[in-house]
């Protein structure tokens, strides 16, 4: 199974960039090139685990994924429950490090299989380079958005925090 990550240093505290990455609505497309609409499921109004989320994508892809494991501020992980038809499995995971008091490292991964399994070989390896460009670029405009506090506020906002 392919396994892509991505990691950066931010010049933010722990609880900063955390709260940034589980930002929703205007918040999170301050930030993220690849979300265009997303949303808890079922009536919940915060991020947790078991919580599900529906996402759609600026190419137009939609899915459904569901929280794994939710461990602020420190670890996020998601699992693909639907979504595009040619994945068999997809998994994110996001987890923060603190160097210090105001440097944190944020890594990113992704892990997937595709369908049908006779495509893995070929499928794998475009895989492996258009996820890891989005990676990249998310994690990339994630560091950015950062450093702006008051998209940082807002986001702390959106949690409670």
Known sequence: MPRIEASTKIAVPI????????SMGEVRF?????????????????PD??????????????MVTEYTSYKPPAQVGMKLVKGPPFFASF??????????????QATWRYTFKVKPPFLA??????????????????????AQGCLDSELVAKAKAQLGQ
């Open 15 to 22: 609880e900063d960039a955390f709260a940034l990455s589980q």
């Open 30 to 46: 301050a930030w993220d090139p690849f979300v265009k609409e997303q949303y808890l499921l079922n009536g919940a109004t915060r």
């Open 49 to 62: 685990k078991g919580v599900q989320t529906f996402t759609k994508s600026k190419h137009g892809l939609t």
């Open 91 to 104: 998994g994110g995971g996001w987890s923060f490090l603190s160097i210090d008091d105001n440097l944190t």
């Open 121 to 142: 070989p070929v499928a794998d390896r475009l895989g492996e380079r258009l996820l890891g460009r989005d990676i990249e670029g998310r994690l990339a405009r994630f």
